[in-house]
T-cell receptor, first 114, second 114 residues
Framework: DTAVSQTPKYLVTQMGNDKSIKCEQNLGHDTMYWYKQDSKKFLKIMFS???????INETVPNRFSPKSPDKAHLNLHINSLELGDSAVYFC?????????????FGPGTRLTVT | AQSVAQPEDQVNVAEGNPLTVKCTYSVSGNPYLFWYVQYPNRGLQFLLK????DNLVKGSYGFEAEFNKSQTSFHLKKPSALVSDSALYFC????????????WGAGTKLIIKP
């Protein structure tokens, strides 16, 4: 069983479109995250959810909105896609936010905006 | 502000030789340090962490890391490199002042030559 799964794996779309990326974890973890990895492999935290409550909201454009229907799912919705949104987006989860538990990452979604 | 630096973009090692991937950090308070590995087109995988206790931490795949408080370093090591160790390695530190998020280094590409 895949611990953290994301769909789709690849997403190619045009500027201005709206798209969603789904994430599910079957580890029973309380905290989930979204990261953006750019073409230079830099990792940037975008959001985290702890028990369905948004904990971190970095300086991310409000075109990006995380939605968590339950503790096992954290989806990422993106409105009005721009060229600069092209990147690999990773979902991750950890047992807890406060304790220093390791994070488990999904396989990533490669988003290409044309 | 908390920060982490990986001074080498790339490290080249011959198979069978020992390897070191460097990481230095800057935190206020006690550091909570992590190493992750990313294989091509995959998500990140946890290798090891330092929270407290022994300065030498052992992790997955034969890797270990040495915590050095006076030098504010947390270098990743392995006594004998394998070609399959070739990957991108990330050091991270917990930002206890900002919702416990991980602050990531820029990554070091490790190339093991047969």
């Amino acid at each position: 069983d895949t611990a953290v799964s994301q769909t789709p794996k690849y997403l190619v779309t045009q500027m201005g479109n709206d798209k969603s990326i789904k994430c599910e974890q079957n580890l029973g973890h309380d905290t989930m995250y979204w990261y953006k990895q750019d073409s230079k492999k830099f990792l940037k935290i975008m959001f985290s959810y702890n028990n369905k409550e948004l904990i971190i909201n970095e300086t991310v454009p409000n075109r990006f909105s995380p939605k968590s229907p339950d503790k096992a799912h954290l989806n990422l919705h993106i409105n009005s896609l721009e060229l600069g949104d092209s990147a690999v987006y990773f979902c991750a989860s950890s047992q807890d936010l406060v304790e220093s538990y390791e994070q488990y990452f999904g396989p990533g979604t490669r988003l290409t905006v044309t | 502000a908390q920060s982490v630096a990986q001074p080498e973009d790339q490290v080249n090692v011959a198979e069978g030789n020992p390897l070191t991937v460097k990481c230095t950090y800057s935190v206020s308070g006690n550091p909570y340090l992590f190493w992750y590995v990313q294989y091509p087109n995959r998500g990140l995988q946890f290798l090891l962490k330092y929270i407290t206790g022994d300065n030498l931490v052992k992790g997955s795949y034969g890797f270990e890391a040495e915590f050095n408080k006076s030098q504010t370093s947390f270098h990743l090591k392995k006594p004998s490199a394998l070609v399959s160790d070739s990957a991108l390695y990330f050091c991270a530190v917990r930002d206890m002042d900002s919702n416990y998020q991980l602050i990531w280094g820029a990554g070091t590409k490790l190339i093991i030559k047969p």
